[in-house]
């Protein structure tokens, strides 16, 4: 089992930065590669990027490449998103997700997680 919590939202102007971290708890954390997703009022589940359990490479949306870093600290149970440039349209809450890990394959879909964080809000002002 795998518990997650996120943190780090909040309210920012357009053009700013925030840093979301998520912090797990359990034992086979180190073995579960890491997504995150967000989902606004109406819309479906969003996949931004995901992480290998072992931190190397990752993948991430095109909505948000070049303005979204993912990583993770093994040794802190923590894995964080770094996210720049930030737009009106990035408003939502973020998830942060774990799935166990039985290949290095990345898994781009909200139903490949087995576990999932509460979510936290991101609100971005024009």
């Known amino acids: 089992q795998v518990q997650l919590v996120e943190s780090g939202g909040g309210l920012v102007q357009a053009g700013g930065s925030l840093r979301l971290s998520c912090a797990a708890s359990?034992?086979?954390?180190?073995?579960?590669?890491m997504g995150w997703f967000r989902q606004a009022p109406g819309k479906e589940r969003e996949f931004l990027a995901a992480?290998?359990?072992?931190?190397?490479?990752?993948a991430d949306a095109d909505s948000v490449k070049g303005r979204f870093t993912s990583a993770r600290v093994n040794a802190e149970n923590t894995v964080y998103l770094h996210m720049n440039s930030l737009k009106p349209e990035d408003t939502a809450v973020y998830y942060c997700?774990?799935?166990?890990?039985?290949?290095?394959?990345?898994?781009?879909?909200?139903?490949?997680?087995?576990?999932w964080g509460q979510g936290t809000q991101v609100t971005v002002s024009s």
């Open positions: 992480i290998r359990w072992s931190g190397g490479s990752t």
């Open positions: 359990g034992r086979t954390f180190t073995n579960c590669h």
């Open positions: 997700a774990a799935r166990q890990a039985s290949s290095n394959v990345i898994v781009t879909t909200a139903p490949g997680y087995n576990y």
